[in-house]
């Protein structure tokens, strides 16, 4: 299979908390992506780390790669109402072109 | 810049009836994707076109459905004749011909049959 596996399927947690999600793939990797989705809106792109890269950071974002556990997280701190939405990773397999992506981490931010 | 745009934004149609959905990518975009989300099957691709060739359409569902793109700055999507179970929400994304492989989405087609 070319997609990732998020993990959880729901997350709720409180405004200002630190949120986490995980992802799990099966085969090598060019990069591994990852999407957010607003209620009734298209796909964002997020952020992107390379297969030679161990970590990195966008904003309130950080998401770390572990190519021989052949897994990624994404955290998101200090948590905002905002950040409600569906996340997807999107792993691009070596030798493709084509993302292909799993059910998603549904975000739920509580005032 | 302008988004990916696609249109219409909703459809509701009855069964049998031909449904056409339209894309217009980034420009510059070299690749092109058609996606259909549902909440059985999530997110899936049907097919994407790489400098308007078709490169891989092994998930589109079965004959009713077919894509073109006749040009660098158009894309349709046909389904016909439509059925209920065709219902979903049917997103475009465009990138550029590079290996890093990010997508820009458009905000989808809600299609109803009925």
């Known amino acids: 299979s070319q997609q990732g596996e998020e993990d959880p399927q729901a997350l709720s947690i409180q405004e200002g908390e630190n949120a986490t999600m995980n992802c799990s793939y099966k085969t090598s990797i060019n990069n591994l992506q990852w999407y957010r989705q607003n209620s009734g809106r298209g796909l964002v792109h997020l952020i992107l780390i390379r297969s030679n890269e161990r970590e990195k950071h966008s904003g309130r974002l950080r998401v770390t790669l572990d190519t021989s556990k052949k897994s990624s997280s994404l955290l998101i701190t200090a948590s905002r109402a905002a950040d409600t939405a569906s996340y997807f990773c999107?792993?691009?397999?070596?030798?493709?072109?084509?993302?292909?992506f799993g059910q998603g981490t549904r975000l739920t931010i509580n005032p | 810049d302008a988004g990916v745009i696609q249109s219409p934004r909703h459809e509701v149609t009855e069964m049998g009836q031909e449904v056409t959905l339209r894309c217009k990518p980034i420009s510059g975009h070299n690749s092109l994707f058609w996606y259909r989300q549902t909440m059985m099957r999530g997110l899936e691709l049907l097919i994407y076109?790489?400098?308007?060739?078709?490169?891989?359409d092994s998930g589109m569902p079965e004959d009713r459905f077919s894509a073109k793109m006749p040009n660098a700055s158009f894309s349709t999507l046909k389904i016909q004749p439509s059925e209920p179970r065709d219902s979903a929400v049917y997103f475009c994304a465009s990138s550029p011909l590079r290996r890093t492989g990010e997508l820009f989405f458009g905000e989808g087609s809600r299609l109803t049959v009925l």
């Open positions: 076109f790489n400098n308007n060739v078709p490169i891989d």
């Open positions: 999107a792993p691009l397999i070596q030798g493709a072109q084509k993302l292909v």
